[in-house]
C-alpha cells in the first residue's frame, strides 16, 4: 500500500491540488468585491478595503520556511484546507449579521492567510512528489487546473449566487434593451413621471418601460454630462443612493517635481502626435423605477440590476443598486444606459434588477465552497502520494527552528548564479508585465486615441475567449515539449516565443486594423507565445529552488516574480500616456533586450526536465 501511494498517478492529485489553490484566491480577491457590492457597500470602502487583502500572498516568504521545517507539505496542505473550509463556513454564517461588513472582512484576512499558505505547501509538495521530467510535463496541467479555479470562482459561483438572488425575494425587473442606427436619436432631457400611488398586494418594482431603444448615433458630451449630473443629482436628492465622498488632492511634491515634467520631456521628443480627444460619445436610454407601495417603517428595499444575457457594449453606467424606503418610495429612481460610441450595427442585451435575499444567496454559496474544501481535505488525505522527501524535522526546539528559520534565508542568498537569478526572475517578465496592463486598453481605445475601438463586447471575446484559449493551450504544449527535451534545451526558444509574439501589438498600433480576424490571430499568438514562453520561467523557478529548503526557496521565488510584474505595471500606463501606443509597444519590443541578457547569464543543468533514459 505504501509503494502505491509513492508511485500514485499525479493525474488523481494535481488538478484538485491546484484547483484548491486558485479558489481561494479568486473568493477573497474577486468575489469578496462581487459580493460587497451586491449587500451595498460602497465603492470606497470596497476597494479600500479589499485591496489590502492581497497582502497575504505577496509576504508569504517570510513564513514559508515554517511549512519546510514543520510537519509535512502533506500535513499542511490537508490541515489549510479544513482551515479554508472553517472560514468559508464563518463568512457563510455572519453575512446575515448586521455588522457583516467587519466580521467578514476578518474572515477573509483568515482565508488570504490560510489561502497563502496552502499556496506555499501546495508548490512544495508538487516538487517533492514529481521527478524533474514529470514536473516539466505537467507545469501546464496545474496551471490550467488553476485558471479553471479562476473561471469556476468569477463564473459559476457567482451565477449560483445570482440564481439564489433571483429565486427569492420580489419578482425580478427584466429589461430588454436593443441599440441600432435606426432608432431616433435620444433627446437629452430628465423623462417625464407620473404621481406614483400605492398598489394594494405585496410590493413590486414598477419599470417606466420593461424594453428601450437606443440609437447608435452618437450624442454631444457636455450635453449628455450636464443630463447624467441632473439624474444623480436626483437619486441622491431622493435618497436612493449615498454620494461616494471623493477628496480632489493637491499635487503633491513627485507629480510636481518629478512626474509631470518628465512626462512633458517624453512626450516631447517621443510622444506620438494625436488629435484632441472626441467631443461626442454613446447615446443613452434613462429609465425611471418606482416601487407598488410604502415599505413598512425602518425597512428597506433594495433593487439591483447586472447584466444577465447578450452584449456588454450597452451598459449600466448609473442605477445599478437602488435603495427604496418609506421617505422615497413615492418618488422615481432612475437607471441610465449607454450604448458604446463604437456599435455602428443592430445588438441587444437583458438585464435583471433582483431584489430576492442577498444575504441568504451568498450565505448558501459560501457554504458551497466550505463544503466542497471539507471534501477536497479528505479526498487529499488519502490520495495524496507520500513521498519520502517529504519528512518533518524531529527534535525541534524554539531555538532550532529560529536557527533554521535564518538558515532557509541565507542559504537561498547563497546559492550558486542568485545574483543571474535574482536578475532573471526580476527581470524575464519587464517586458510582458507592461504589455498586459495596456493590452485590454489598447483594444478599447478609439482610433483617435489610437487603439483599435472595440466594443467591449467584441474585446470580451477577443481577448475574455479566443485569447484565454491560445493562453491555456501554449501553457500545456510548453510543459510536454520541456518534459521531452529538458528545460535548457528549450529555454531559448520560449524566451524568443513570448518575447517576440508581443509585436503582434506592435503591428496592429500601427495599423489600427478592423479586421477581426486579423485581430483574433494576433492576440492567439501573442498569448500563445505567452504561456509557452511562461513555462520556462516557472521551471527555472522551481529548478533554482532545488535543495534542502525548496519549499521556502520557491515562495521566496515567487515572490520576486511578484515583485517583478508588480514594478513595471506600476509605470506602464503613464508612460504609455506620454508616448502613445504606437512607440509604447515599440518601447516593449526595445525592453525585451533586458530578458534576453538575463537568460543568457543563466547556467542550467541539461538534464533538469529531461526524461531520464531507461
Known amino acids: ?77 490537508v490541515i489549510t484546507q479544513l482551515v479554508l473550509a472553517l ?48 514536473q516539466a510535463k505537467y507545469v501546464g496541467i496545474r496551471s490550467t487546473f488553476y485558471r479553471i479555479a479562476t473561471i469556476t470562482g468569477q463564473g459559476l459561483l457567482v451565477i449560483l449566487a445570482g440564481f439564489l438572488e433571483s429565486s427569492s425575494g420580489r419578482e425580478p425587473v427584466t429589461l430588454f434593451i436593443e441599440a441600432s442606427p435606426q432608432y ?61 465622498e471623493k477628496m480632489a488632492k493637491e499635487k503633491g511634491w513627485w507629480v510636481s517635481n518629478i512626474s509631470d515634467p518628465l512626462g512633458a520631456w517624453i512626450r516631447e521628443n517621443f510622444g506620438e502626435e494625436r488629435g484632441a480627444a472626441a467631443s461626442v460619445t454613446g447615446s443613452v436610454a434613462v429609465v425611471p423605477v418606482r416601487i407598488s407601495g410604502k415599505p413598512a417603517h425602518g425597512k428597506e428595499v433594495v433593487l439591483n440590476t447586472a447584466l444577465k444575457k447578450g452584449d456588454k457594449s450597452i451598459a449600466l453606467i448609473q442605477g445599478e443598486h437602488l435603495v427604496f424606503n418609506e421617505t422615497n418610495w413615492d418618488k422615481p429612481a432612475y437607471m441610465v444606459f449607454q450604448a458604446d460610441s463604437k456599435l455602428t450595427g443592430y445588438t441587444s442585451v437583458t438585464y435583471e434588477g433582483l431584489s430576492g435575499n442577498i444575504p441568504m444567496a451568498w450565505a448558501v454559496t459560501f457554504f458551497v465552497l466550505a463544503g466542497l ?47 543571474a537569478a535574482l536578475f532573471f526572475m526580476l527581470t524575464f517578465r519587464f517586458a510582458e508585465a507592461q504589455l498586459l496592463k495596456l493590452i485590454n486598453p489598447f483594444l478599447l481605445d478609439p482610433i483617435d486615441k489610437g487603439g483599435l475601438g472595440l ?11 479566443v485569447g484565454i484559449i491560445g493562453l491555456t493551450l ?68 522551481i529548478y533554482f529552488s532545488e535543495g534542502k529548503y525548496k519549499t521556502a526557496h520557491y515562495a521566496i521565488c515567487t515572490g520576486f516574480m511578484a515583485l517583478g510584474m508588480m514594478l513595471p505595471g506600476m509605470f506602464a500606463g503613464w508612460l504609455q500616456e506620454q508616448l502613445g501606443y504606437n512607440h509604447f509597444f515599440l518601447w516593449v519590443m526595445i525592453c525585451s533586450v533586458i530578458p534576453l541578457i538575463a537568460v543568457s547569464l543563466l547556467k542550467i543543468d541539461p538534464a533538469f526536465g529531461k526524461k531520464a533514459p531507461r
Open 184 to 244: 431616433s436619436k435620444t433627446i437629452l432631457q430628465m423623462p417625464h413621471v407620473t404621481e406614483n400611488a400605492a398598489k394594494p398586494g405585496d410590493l413590486y418594482f414598477i419599470p417606466d418601460s420593461d424594453s428601450l431603444l437606443v440609437s447608435t448615433q452618437t450624442v454631444d458630451r457636455d450635453s449628455l454630462g450636464i443630463l447624467l449630473d441632473s439624474i444623480k443629482s436626483s437619486n441622491l436628492g431622493n435618497g436612493f443612493y449615498k454620494l461616494e
Open 474 to 541: 501554449g501553457g500545456i504544449i510548453g510543459g510536454v515539449i520541456a518534459a521531452m527535451g529538458g528545460l535548457k534545451k528549450w529555454v531559448w526558444p520560449m524566451t524568443l516565443s513570448m518575447l517576440l509574439t508581443a509585436a503582434t501589438f506592435l503591428y496592429l498600433s500601427f495599423t489600427q486594423t478592423d479586421n477581426m480576424l486579423i485581430i483574433n490571430i494576433c492576440v492567439f499568438v501573442e498569448q500563445f507565445g505567452y504561456g509557452f514562453g511562461f513555462t520556462a520561467y516557472m521551471l527555472y523557478l
Open 455 to 465: 466594443t467591449t463586447g467584441e474585446v470580451g471575446f477577443v481577448y475574455g475567449t
Open 373 to 419: 474544501f471539507l471534501v477536497l481535505s479528505f479526498y487529499h488525505r488519502f490520495v495524496l502520494p507520500k513521498p519520502d522527501s517529504d519528512r518533518p524535522h524531529e527534535n525541534l526546539k524554539a531555538s532550532d527552528v529560529l536557527k533554521e528559520f535564518g538558515a532557509t534565508f541565507a542559504s537561498f542568498f547563497r546559492k550558486p548564479q542568485v545574483g
Open 87 to 134: 472560514g468559508f463556513a464563518s463568512i457563510a454564517l455572519t453575512i446575515p449579521a448586521s455588522f457583516f461588513f467587519k466580521i467578514t472582512l476578518a474572515f477573509f484576512w483568515l482565508l488570504a492567510f490560510g489561502s497563502a499558505t496552502h499556496d506555499i505547501a501546495a508548490d512544495g509538495f508538487y516538487m517533492l512528489g514529481l521527478n524533474t521530467n514529470q
Open 1 to 77: 500500500m505504501a509503494a502505491q501511494e509513492k508511485t500514485r498517478s499525479p493525474w488523481a492529485w494535481i488538478p484538485t491540488l491546484y484547483l484548491a489553490e486558485g479558489l481561494p484566491y479568486v473568493a477573497v480577491n474577486i468575489i469578496s468585491v462581487i459580493m460587497y457590492k451586491r449587500m451595498g457597500i460602497s465603492n470606497a470602502d470596497i476597494a479600500l478595503y479589499t485591496s489590502l487583502l492581497y497582502l497575504p500572498w505577496v509576504i508569504k516568504p517570510l513564513w514559508s520556511p515554517l511549512v519546510d521545517l514543520l510537519k509535512t507539505k502533506r500535513w499542511w496542505i
